[in-house]
């Protein structure tokens, strides 16, 4: 049975988490799209998350797990898989041979280098449908809301103890 929206529950699909959260969607996947057509199909959003997280210079799995805001067992298993797609390898730290550092392959940075071209082109194509002035102003506002203390983002956008 299919519920019909009433003026009363309205709230809960025009709000600004959901609006967020759609247009999140919408974006990402038009990043993904084109990483597919540039050869990248099999990466898939939850990879993104762990790419996100990763400083070029390399990152400790358990800070990646910190950074995401998820398990170390669920970081593990997508490193795993980051690791078969080619995108990132895993060693043992030099400082902690009990801990494992996460490092882009050359793939990986060939990846990086394309998502950095399709998440432009896909904010371009934002531009394209709100207008340069409402992106602007919508970037503007969502780094003022997402970062209130102007705090800096660490790695490649990461804000501190969340997902980028």
Request: glycine fraction near 8%; aromatic fraction near 4%; charge should be positive.
């Amino acid at each position: 049975m299919q519920d019909v929206p009433t003026a009363e529950d309205a709230w809960r699909r025009d709000n600004v988490g959901r609006l967020l959260h759609e247009a999140v969607h919408r974006f990402e996947s038009r990043v993904l799209a084109r990483l597919a057509a540039r050869g990248f199909g099999e990466v898939r959003l939850a990879h993104v998350g762990v790419t996100r997280n990763l400083d070029t210079a390399g990152t400790r799995a358990t800070e990646l797990a910190r950074r995401a805001s998820m398990t170390k067992q669920a970081m593990g298993e997508l490193i795993e898989q980051c690791v078969a797609l080619r995108l990132v390898s895993r060693e043992t730290d030099p400082a902690d041979r009990r801990a494992k550092t996460v490092r882009f392959t050359a793939h990986g940075f060939h990846f990086l280098d394309e998502f950095r071209r399709a998440v432009a082109e896909a904010q371009a194509e934002m531009g394209g449908r709100l207008g340069e002035a409402r992106l602007d102003a919508l970037l503007s506002a969502l780094r003022d809301y997402a970062r209130p203390d102007g705090e800096a983002p660490t790695c490649d956008g990461a804000p501190r103890g969340g997902q980028a």
